[in-house]
């Protein structure tokens, strides 16, 4: 995935200081994990017609499993964004009538590792719309409207770099950001057994 201009991943991950704080360690410690998430839909992001059923089956799976994974109380913006976006996601799933796998999880997720997934993720969401512009693909489903992200990730990342990298919170904080990123390869793997696209 060709990063936005002036976007600079590495910059970031060069300093693992003990004292760095939670939005510098966030970013270095899932750096992979998202990175072999982009990787696996690359064939929609080559083809987004022949995969665009299972691509959106598949955020359908991986947005319902984080939702419910979430420890309350959730973050409010959070909660606004995730309602939105599932909303959309059902209405893409009933238009192209797509089966969706359901997945298994623990319920555990600290609830700012959802915010930064739910709300870093539409950053992503973007630059697959343009791609699909960049395509021709004449219908654009729901799911990539463009939303009303940019105060929330603001306010998320403000918030996040005021606190500590290191500690109990932290840790459970980094774990549940990587084990939500977890359920999204298993939404991918499902529902590439399903439908057979993605590869
Ligand atoms: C094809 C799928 C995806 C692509 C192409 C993609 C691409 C991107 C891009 C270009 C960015 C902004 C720049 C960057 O940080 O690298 C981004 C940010 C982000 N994405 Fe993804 N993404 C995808 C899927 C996901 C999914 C499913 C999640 C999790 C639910 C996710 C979570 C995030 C987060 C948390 C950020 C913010 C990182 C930060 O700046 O701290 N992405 N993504």
Same mark, same amino acid.
């Given at each position: 995935?060709?990063?936005?201009?002036?976007?600079?991943?590495?910059?970031? +991950?060069?300093?693992? !200081?003990?004292?760095? /704080?939670?939005?510098?360690? &966030?970013?270095?410690?899932?750096?992979?994990?998202?990175?072999?998430?982009?990787?696996?839909?690359?064939? +929609?992001?080559?083809?987004?017609? /022949?995969?665009?059923?299972?691509?959106?089956?598949?955020?359908?799976?991986?947005?319902?499993? !984080?939702?419910?994974?979430?420890?309350?109380?959730?973050?409010?913006?959070?909660?606004?964004?995730?309602?939105?976006? #599932?909303?959309?996601?059902?209405?893409?799933?009933?238009?192209?009538? &797509?089966?969706?796998?359901? &997945?298994?999880?623990?319920?555990?997720?600290?609830?700012?590792?959802?915010?930064?997934? @739910?709300?870093?993720?539409?950053?992503?969401?973007? @630059?697959?719309?343009?791609?699909?512009?960049?395509?021709?693909?004449?219908?654009?489903? &729901?799911?990539?409207?463009?939303?009303?992200?940019?105060?929330?990730?603001? /306010? #998320?990342?403000?918030?996040?770099?005021?606190?500590?990298?290191?500690?109990?919170?932290?840790?459970?904080?980094?774990?549940?950001?990587?084990?939500?990123?977890?359920?999204?390869?298993?939404?991918?793997?499902?529902?590439?057994?399903?439908?057979?696209? +993605?590869?």
């Amino acid at each position: 995935m060709k990063l936005p201009i002036g976007y600079d991943r590495t910059s970031e +991950f060069g300093s693992q !200081l003990p004292d760095q /704080d939670l939005l510098k360690r &966030l970013r270095a410690e899932t750096h992979a994990v998202h990175e072999e998430l982009d990787h696996l839909f690359t064939p +929609f992001q080559d083809a987004p017609l /022949d995969h665009l059923g299972s691509f959106l089956a598949a955020q359908m799976a991986g947005l319902t499993a !984080l939702s419910t994974a979430a420890r309350v109380p959730h973050d409010e913006n959070t909660l606004i964004l995730l309602s939105e976006t #599932l909303d959309r996601l059902e209405q893409d799933c009933r238009y192209y009538e &797509l089966s969706v796998p359901v &997945l298994r999880h623990k319920r555990d997720l600290h609830p700012l590792a959802v915010a930064y997934l @739910v709300i870093g993720s539409r950053m992503g969401t973007e @630059v697959l719309r343009r791609n699909l512009i960049k395509h021709g693909i004449e219908r654009i489903p &729901l799911y990539f409207t463009p939303q009303d992200y940019k105060h929330a990730w603001q /306010d #998320l990342c403000a918030r996040l770099q005021g606190m500590a990298g290191a500690g109990p919170e932290a840790d459970d904080i980094c774990a549940s950001v990587i084990a939500g990123f977890h359920l999204f390869h298993d939404a991918e793997a499902r529902t590439r057994d399903l439908t057979g696209k +993605f590869s």
